[in-house]
């Protein structure tokens, strides 16, 4: 399965030339998932080609203006487009009255299924709202490991971080994916193409001619390899927690407001300097860091390469992140 990394918006708190306020899209098959909804995610959707009627997973970290001002306009451009296909969003508690309230004094229509979760992981709970036209809450679901949604091939994770308001920080866990199909080993057997093929190249069992067929044990597929992980923190100090979900990842997007020298600033904001998500990283044993979320006071290439340089001093396998940058994760 294709997946694909895509930069929306980088930049943190203020919008500056070519960086937007954050979003993080992930590109996973047909389907995207996309975490935060900074300003002008539409204008982002459109120049990263991007369709706008796949199915669409979002995940709000927290209700700071910054991460959250461009959901509405996504959703009002959705139902321009004659939209069809789901969107599911999930945030903290409130995110479904700050869409009401949008339906009931601005019109939000919104004729496509859409579901809207309200996470609580203090009580390890999710309420459930079914469109915006009632007040009522459809469903309360329990949330069981930290997982706020699961299907066959990945899984949504969350955690709580520390910022000055309720903040969560999401990973895309991909499940172990079978190993390459031997179609050689299919026809030795005499498993007719078609069907069955795609069954057992899912890592499916069949019943053929009144025998189990177990693909993984009959040498047609090859040996489970491990699934990605991409691990996306927005605002957030330093804290255990995000060590404990990042554990591991193929990527960790990071913030990294400011730099070293107002490391006392970072403290006061509850926000992480390069060096902070540098050791956190490096705490984590991922494999890249990519930067973002900077203060709009590092305004040009120039600033924002030291920001890179600091944190390389102590995770050399690090990134900056600009607008539409694309990363396929093989």
Same mark, same amino acid.
């Given at each position: 399965?294709?997946?694909?990394?895509?930069i %929306?918006?980088?930049?943190?708190?203020?919008?500056?030339?070519?960086? $937007?306020?954050?979003?993080?899209?992930?590109?996973?098959?047909?389907?995207?998932?996309?975490?935060?909804?900074?300003?002008?995610?539409?204008?982002? *959707?459109?120049q990263?080609?991007?369709? *706008?009627?796949?199915?669409?997973?979002?995940f709000?970290?927290?209700?700071?203006?910054?991460?959250?001002?461009?959901?509405?306009?996504l959703?009002f451009?959705?139902?321009?487009?004659?939209?069809?296909?789901?969107?599911?969003?999930?945030?903290?508690?409130?995110?479904?009255?700050? %869409?009401?309230?949008?339906?009931?004094?601005?019109?939000?229509?919104?004729?496509?299924?859409?579901e809207?979760?309200?996470? !609580?992981?203090?009580?390890?709970?999710?309420?459930?709202?079914?469109?915006?036209?009632?007040?009522?809450?459809?469903?309360?679901?329990d #949330?069981? !490991?930290?997982?706020?949604?699961?299907?066959?091939?990945?899984?949504?994770?969350s955690?709580?971080?520390?910022?000055?308001?309720?903040?969560?920080?999401?990973?895309?866990?991909?499940?172990?994916?079978?190993?390459?199909?031997?179609?050689?080993r299919?026809?030795?057997?005499? #498993?007719?193409?078609g069907? /069955?093929?795609?069954?057992?190249?899912n890592?499916?069992?069949?019943?053929?001619?009144?025998k189990?067929?177990n693909?993984?044990?009959e040498?047609i597929?090859?040996?489970?390899?491990?699934?990605?992980?991409?691990?996306?923190?927005? !605002?957030?100090t330093?804290? +255990?927690?995000?060590?404990?979900l990042?554990?591991?990842?193929? #990527? /960790?997007?990071? +913030? =990294?407001?400011?730099?070293?020298? /107002? $490391?006392?600033?970072a403290?006061?904001?509850?926000?992480?300097?390069?060096?902070?998500?540098?050791?956190?990283?490096?705490?984590?044993?991922?494999?890249?860091?990519?930067?973002f979320?900077?203060?709009?006071?590092?305004?040009?290439?120039?600033?924002?390469?030291? %920001?890179i340089n600091? =944190?390389?001093?102590?995770?050399?396998?690090?990134?900056?992140?600009?607008?539409?940058?694309?990363? +396929? /994760?093989?």
């Amino acid at each position: 399965m294709n997946l694909e990394l895509i930069i %929306l918006g980088s930049s943190g708190a203020i919008p500056v030339k070519d960086r $937007n306020l954050p979003a993080i899209g992930i590109r996973y098959g047909s389907e995207i998932i996309l975490f935060d909804c900074g300003e002008d995610i539409q204008r982002r *959707f459109q120049q990263a080609g991007l369709k *706008f009627n796949v199915p669409l997973s979002i995940f709000i970290s927290h209700m700071h203006g910054d991460h959250v001002i461009g959901l509405p306009g996504l959703l009002f451009n959705f139902s321009l487009k004659d939209r069809d296909a789901p969107v599911k969003i999930y945030g903290p508690p409130s995110i479904f009255l700050y %869409l009401f309230l949008h339906k009931k004094i601005l019109g939000l229509y919104t004729p496509y299924d859409l579901e809207v979760n309200e996470i !609580d992981l203090k009580n390890s709970k999710i309420t459930r709202y079914k469109g915006l036209q009632s007040e009522i809450k459809k469903k309360e679901i329990d #949330i069981i !490991d930290n997982i706020l949604f699961e299907n066959k091939r990945y899984m949504i994770k969350s955690t709580m971080v520390e910022h000055s308001v309720l903040t969560y920080a999401f990973s895309f866990v991909e499940k172990p994916r079978f190993g390459k199909f031997n179609p050689e080993r299919a026809k030795e057997l005499n #498993i007719p193409e078609g069907y /069955l093929w795609k069954k057992l190249h899912n890592g499916e069992e069949i019943k053929f001619k009144g025998k189990i067929i177990n693909p993984e044990k009959e040498g047609i597929v090859g040996p489970k390899k491990p699934g990605r992980k991409i691990t996306y923190s927005a !605002d957030t100090t330093p804290c +255990e927690s995000l060590i404990e979900l990042g554990k591991n990842s193929d #990527i /960790l997007i990071h +913030e =990294a407001t400011y730099d070293k020298s /107002l $490391n006392d600033v970072a403290k006061e904001k509850k926000h992480s300097t390069t060096i902070d998500a540098a050791e956190m990283a490096k705490k984590m044993n991922v494999k890249q860091l990519i930067l973002f979320h900077f203060s709009s006071r590092y305004n040009n290439d120039k600033s924002i390469e030291l %920001l890179i340089n600091e =944190a390389k001093e102590i995770f050399e396998n690090t990134i900056g992140a600009y607008d539409l940058l694309r990363i +396929e /994760l093989k």
